[in-house]
């Protein structure tokens, strides 16, 4: 069984009134003949950050905690609507897809570094942050009908996020972080060459 260990941001009451709205939209789109969908339960509902790895135990090093810890303290609080559905053929994920959002890029960036400066090589499944609203068989021609969904305008409130350890079925954390930082700084500029 996979146990996997990774930073992720979970949702408040009205983040979750807003993912049920939209896993009802999904389950109202689904054609008759498309393949039966496994819902997720609401209290698996997460907006996944990187992974960390896989491990036997919640064992965590105290430099991964710190390094957590200096990455919320760079990131403001912000707010994400979802764009899209798309289903994942690797993993069969159907996963809802954030707009664009810089914040929450940034955390996702900040997520996968602190890792790095923990010494732990992060596994590289994804560096997209989404939600995994549903499962579908792996390795099916690409779900069209996912298109049709609609996401919705309804903002969600990211103000901290946690280390997630799934010792299968469900989501313990192991740290959790309040995000602190005030506003992101401005991208680099690079002056025209000619």
Request: charged share 20%; hydrophobic share 45%.
């Amino acid at each position: 069984m996979s146990q996997a260990l990774f930073p992720a941001w979970r949702p408040s009451a009205d983040g979750r009134a807003v993912l049920a709205t939209v896993l009802h939209r999904l389950q109202e789109a689904r054609p008759s003949d498309a393949p039966s969908l496994q819902l997720r339960r609401a209290d698996q509902w997460h907006v996944t950050l990187c992974f960390v790895g896989e491990t036997a135990g919640p064992v965590v090093a105290p430099a991964l905690l710190d390094a957590f810890a200096d990455a919320a303290t760079r990131i403001p609080p912000h707010r994400f609507t979802l764009e899209r559905l798309a289903y994942w053929r690797h993993s069969g994920a159907v996963v809802a897809l954030p707009a664009p959002c810089p914040a929450l890029q940034a955390l996702c960036d900040a997520s996968h570094d602190a890792v790095r400066r923990a010494g732990i090589a992060p596994m590289e499944r994804t560096t997209r942050p989404h939600v995994t609203l549903a499962f579908l068989e792996r390795g099916l021609p690409p779900q069209t009908w996912l298109d049709a969904v609609d996401c919705g305008a309804d903002s969600l409130d990211v103000d901290n996020f946690e280390l997630l350890f799934n010792p299968g079925g469900r989501y313990d954390a192991l740290g959790a972080w309040p995000l602190t930082g005030a506003a992101l700084p401005a991208p680099p500029r690079q002056d025209a060459l000619f």
